[in-house]
């Protein structure tokens, strides 16, 4: 499997290191956030077969992270993106 | 020596003026250059070269290619010793020494043979039959005895002396095999400007037309395959690889491919044996040909039983005739052409044709020598060690022979298309499975294809290699010129997957040669519920040798659907999976292994401590001075040692393996505060802090220290295994969760080294080495950082203490590392100073209370810990509310404390549990474990840390530590965790 980087281009998966699903985001307020939703934000992930939002670590290159579209049933990835200007970042 | 009785007097692809000579199973025999194993032994007429897995039957050599079931032979001696390689991929040298496999004592006379009179007690499934009781029997008898009778060839128990190196190729068209197909697809998308890379296992290009008897352009197939490689080896970009095997595709377009460098080479001393290929296209054109698939009927698997197109192979390729009176059945006329070719060699041939006349198209082509018998099948062989002749049916018609060839119609090689999961189809017309790639980025051409006509083939390549170019963006002009090729007859397959079950006896018809799997035994798995095609696989174990059902697995699906009375478009195929062919461990291995299979990392104090004595031991990759034994000293003696001398004057020890990472910007403060359970926003310039960090589960993932170097300045040290952890995780929180910190940060591990400077009189000694930095205890207090000079050299000196001693760390770039530890060492000689190793750390550490590894383990909290105070609670942070969840604050929970034995001079385990009460059993009886037990010299005996439920107010309590691995119980008494100055004054003063 390889993943196009977009800073580095396409990459052996070697270069990369998983992180799980990217569907998730942190609640942003400490204390408004009711336990359900932290226990859904620490503990629970989806594990499709087919379409898949995961970040990725570019860990052996310019170490961003990444948030990868993926088939999990073909391994194929539609979209990769720098996951720092989805949340917000001054790359946004 | 023996002679070539079976070698033609010319023809063939071999060197004939010059004669080598190898041995097998120690007999010395001659050959050619440009012979294999498997054509040089037929020459000297020897077809017996193994015994079956399983019933130990003779065999024979029944291929020319790498789909070889029976003639796997051992070669090499000692670290050398390669096992189950296919004679017919050996490329004989001068010297080559191969020994037979799976026989005892000899290959003639097998002993195990019996078991093949066994064999109504060896179907399939037998393993999970016959075997099953008495249960005890299994390990110390079935087992053993299976597994000795049973086999291959074995492995050496030596490593391997020679060298194989890894390599890497990118390219636009990968061109998977370079016969007709592939060298026609490679010119044309080369031509076009296309990189190209072409691999094929054998040494000479051509694929089948290295056996056949065809022209192409006026000239013999293998010197026309000869010529276009040529061309192709003068392109720049284009790459070919021979003696390469293609083992598997990957997902995103990428190969492993194995290229046999040094192994036909007789001494070899530069080049590496073999070579790992990863090989990166953008588009591939499976050109890989298709193999012989086999007749099956009682006696199919004998000596001197072939396949078709093999024997011609041995004809024309290797000037080889592997028997005078050949008999060729088939139900296809492609095989007519090796009646042609066998008699034109000087056998006597007879054509056995299962199809009627009138289903013939080549009878013409027949030399009037070749006798013909249509609508007739094989139902007896005659022969046990070799052919001697065979009876048809339903004629009954007998005749006497020595060599039969068979030809069930061919198998495209799709495998690398279906690799990735795409599933294959039926094709009527050829009576196979073709695959088409569902997708752009491959296409197959030729025999891979079912395309079986050279006309065709050679226009299939062009096609394939000029869309292969145009689609990496190549620009394909002018008219392709498309060489001329001999007619060949047509295909006219009409599918036999087995000789009747009326004419011919089941038990005794091969489907699988290499693990003896028969028609009977497909039957049955049919008749028990496995007839399924993945099923009767596991069932029988059909296509899981190594040569992973090349030749049997499309014989037994239509066996199957026969015997489910439904077309094989319906059953379905197994699936394939890489590797394709065997590769060798050495190949995947490379050159990373013994001391090059990882790298090890050494401080820049490395040579002093080797020079000083120290034993080492392994922290990740770096290695560590574990403890510096002097003269007459053990293990406890040394520790001890270095402990005493800590405590009670001063020592150092190498502390440059610590993470360490640098942050800068704005809101380093902010984001610091984030990852930590308390804060260093407010901190003041120039002083450090222990911190802890939350995984957000609120289990402690790491400490270290944090020290501000000026406003908007930190530095951090983590924990030596944590190090990429911690980093990994700083940037996930920075990119993804607080993208708006104005933050920056990076590993500076590799750039400093560091060591700790220990004991009562360490403000001494770095006072008399460190220029530039009042380090009296008002000015520079407990948890004080500052910057001086070491002779002239830079250094951060922190006030931190891990042993619980007055202690600094000295921090200066790397490379004056070795020279400023001198310096101090040096400078601490008057008051004895002592190098100290990891382990006197580890000592110091535990009658400090410092939690180390082995309490991290990722099920403590901060609280467990006693560190739950440091929490702060006005501010979010990793784990923060996972931490406070009251599952995590009630009762029960293992709590830190310290052990002391009752009994002074006893020790305890590491990892062995707490109990209350002994002679009590059950999963809840536990309450708690030891995590850390140490010798300690200043009580003068064993002390340990441990989790303890509700620990924090069990002071006082006898327990037990008990270890039923090692019937061990010892009585505890459970203390706090702090055992050396609970009040943290020495570290003060």
């Known amino acids: 499997m390889r993943i196009t980087c977009p800073w580095c281009g396409p990459r052996p998966l070697s270069e990369f290191t998983y992180g799980g699903d990217a569907g998730k985001t942190r609640p942003k307020k400490l204390d408004k956030a009711s336990p359900d939703e932290w226990a859904d934000y620490v503990y629970l992930r989806e594990n499709p077969a087919g379409r898949h939002v ?39 | 020596m023996s002679r070539q009785s079976n070698r033609l007097p010319e023809g063939g692809l071999i060197d004939r003026a010059r004669s080598i000579s190898f041995t097998f199973d120690g007999r010395e025999f001659d050959a050619h250059p440009g012979d294999t194993l498997a054509s040089a032994l037929l020459a000297n007429g020897v077809h017996l070269t193994g015994r079956s897995f399983k019933y130990h039957r003779p065999r024979g050599i029944y291929s020319a290619g790498p789909e070889e079931p029976n003639a796997l032979v051992t070669l090499g001696k000692g670290g050398r010793t390669e096992p189950n390689t296919p004679a017919t991929m050996v490329e004989v040298y001068d010297g080559l020494d191969a020994r037979s496999q799976n026989r005892w004592p000899s290959l003639k006379f097998d002993l195990l043979a019996v078991n093949s009179l066994l064999k109504p007690f060896f179907p399939a499934g037998f393993y999970y039959k016959t075997f099953m009781w008495p ?26 002396p020679d060298r194989y190196e890894k390599a890497h190729a990118h390219c636009d068209v990968l061109v998977v095999g370079a016969g007709p197909a592939g060298l026609m697809a490679a010119r044309e998308a080369a031509r076009a400007g296309a990189k190209v890379l072409l691999a094929d296992d054998q040494p000479l290009p051509g694929g089948h037309l290295t056996g056949e008897n065809i022209d192409i352009d006026g000239k013999p197939g293998a010197a026309w395959a000869g010529g276009i490689a040529d061309e192709l080896k003068e392109m720049e970009n284009v790459r070919v690889l021979t003696r390469t095997c293609l083992y598997g595709r990957y997902d995103g377009m990428t190969f492993g491919a194995v290229e046999r460098v040094g192994d036909h080479l007789a001494s070899n001393s530069t080049l590496p044996r073999q070579r790992s290929w990863i090989i990166q296209a953008k ?57 042609c070719d066998l008699a034109a060699a000087g056998a006597n041939v007879t054509l056995v044709d299962s199809r009627s006349a009138d289903k013939s198209r080549s009878r013409a082509i027949l030399p009037e020598s070749v006798e013909t018998q249509f609508g007739q099948c094989i139902s007896k062989v005659k022969g046990r060690s070799h052919v001697r002749g065979l009876t048809l049916a339903p004629s009954g018609i007998e005749i006497a022979c020595n060599l039969i060839c068979v030809s069930g119609g061919w198998t495209p090689s799709i495998h690398l298309l279906s690799h990735i999961g795409h599933r294959p ?32 083939t050679l226009r299939e390549g062009v096609a394939a290699g000029r869309a292969a170019a145009k689609a990496c963006g190549c620009r394909v002009s002018g008219k392709a010129g498309i060489p001329k090729a001999d007619a060949l007859p047509d295909y006219a397959i009409e599918p036999l997957w087995r000789v009747p079950a009326a004419m011919t006896k089941a038990q005794e018809s091969f489907v699988d040669f290499q693990n003896d799997v028969t028609v009977a035994d497909l039957e049955l798995a049919q008749r028990e519920g496995f007839g399924h095609a993945e099923h009767a696989k596991r069932y029988t174990t059909l296509g899981m040798a190594t ?22 478009a319906e059953t379905g195929t197994t699936t394939f999976r890489p590797l394709t062919s065997p590769v060798a461990f050495g190949a995947i291995a490379g050159q990373e292994r013994g001391s090059a299979y990882r790298p090890v990392r050494h401080s820049a104090m490395h040579s002093w401590h080797e020079n000083n004595g120290a034993v080492f031991t392994q922290a990740g990759l770096w290695l560590r001075a574990y403890y510096y034994p002097r003269e007459g000293e053990d293990f406890s003696a040394a520790v001890k040692r270095e402990v005493l001398a800590v405590r009670s004057s001063v020592g150092m020890v190498d502390v440059s393996t610590l993470g360490k990472i640098e942050l800068k910007g704005p809101d380093a403060g902010t984001f610091l505060d984030r990852l930590y359970i308390n804060s260093f926003s407010k901190m003041k310039v120039n002083r450090a802090r222990y911190g802890v ?87 520079f207090p407990f948890m004080a ?46 008051l004895g100073i002592t190098a100290y190793g990891t382990e006197a750390m580890t000592v110091m550490r535990t009658e400090k209370g410092h939690v180390a590894g082995p309490e991290l383990d990722g099920r403590t909290t901060a609280a467990d810990l006693g560190l739950g105070r440091m929490m702060s609670l006005k501010k979010d942070f990793i784990g923060r509310w996972m ?107």
């Open chain 2, 425 to 456: 189809e039926w094709h009527e017309a050829t009576s196979s499975f073709v695959m088409r790639e569902p997708g752009d980025e491959a296409c197959t051409a030729g025999g891979a294809a079912a395309t079986f006509d050279l006309g065709r």
């Open chain 2, 785 to 830: 950082v500052g910057e001086g000079t070491i002779r002239g050299v830079p250094v951060w000196v922190f006030r931190i203490s891990f042993s619980g001693e007055l202690a600094y760390e000295v921090y200066t770039p790397a490379g004056f590392g070795l020279g400023v530890w001198q310096t101090i060492m040096e400078a601490g000689k008057p």
């Open chain 2, 547 to 568: 040569d992973q059902g090349k030749l049997a697995n499309v014989n037994a699906l239509g066996i199957l659907a026969d015997l489910q009375g439904r077309p094989i």
């Open chain 2, 283 to 339: 588009h591939l054109i499976n050109a890989a040909g298709a193999i012989e698939r086999p007749l099956v009927f009682a006696g199919n698997d004998r000596p001197g039983v072939m396949l078709a197109g093999a024997a011609r192979a041995y004809v024309n390729r290797y000037g080889v005739l592997p028997g005078r009176n050949a008999v060729v059945f088939t139900n296809n006329d492609d095989a007519y052409r090796t009646a």
């Open chain 2, 693 to 779: 960090m939350l995984r957000e589960d609120g289990m402690v993932f790491d400490d270290g220290t944090v020290s501000r170097l000026g406003d908007e300045h930190y530095f951090i040290t983590v924990t030596t295994a944590n190090a990429s952890g911690v980093m990994q995780h700083m940037e996930f929180c920075h990119q993804v969760h607080w993208p708006e910190l104005d933050v920056q940060f990076c590993t500076v591990s590799e750039a400093w080294s560091a060591m700790a400077v220990a004991g009562p009189n360490a403000r001494d000694v770095l006072a008399s080495a460190v220029e530039g930095l009042d380090l009296s205890n008002d000015a």
């Open chain 2, 135 to 160: 249960r005890s029997f299994w390990y110390r008898l079935y087992e053993p005895m299976i597994r000795r009778a049973a086999g291959l060839g074995t492995l050496a128990n030596e490593s391997d």
């Open chain 1, 54 to 92: 995961e970040y990725w670590h570019h860990s052996g290159g310019c170490r961003s992270w990444l948030v990868v579209t993926r088939d999990t049933l073909s391994h194929e990835i539609s979209k990769t993106v720098l996951a720092y200007p989805l949340a917000g970042g001054a790359g946004s």
């Open chain 2, 883 to 989: 931490a406070g969840r009251s599952g995590l604050e009630g009762a029960g929970r293992l709590q830190l404390v310290g052990l002391k034995p009752v009994g002074k001079s006893e020790t305890f385990r590491m990892g062995a549990h707490l109990v209350n009460d002994l002679g009590v059993t059950g999963v809840d009886v536990s309450q708690g474990h030891v995590t850390t037990c140490v010798y300690s010299p200043v009580y003068g005996h064993y002390i340990g840390l441990a989790v303890l439920k509700n620990g924090r107010g069990r002071s006082g309590e006898t327990l037990h530590v008990v270890s039923p691995l090692h019937n061990e119980v010892v009585e505890v008494e459970v203390v706090d965790p702090v055992f050396v100055d609970p009040g943290g004054e020495k570290m003060r003063v």
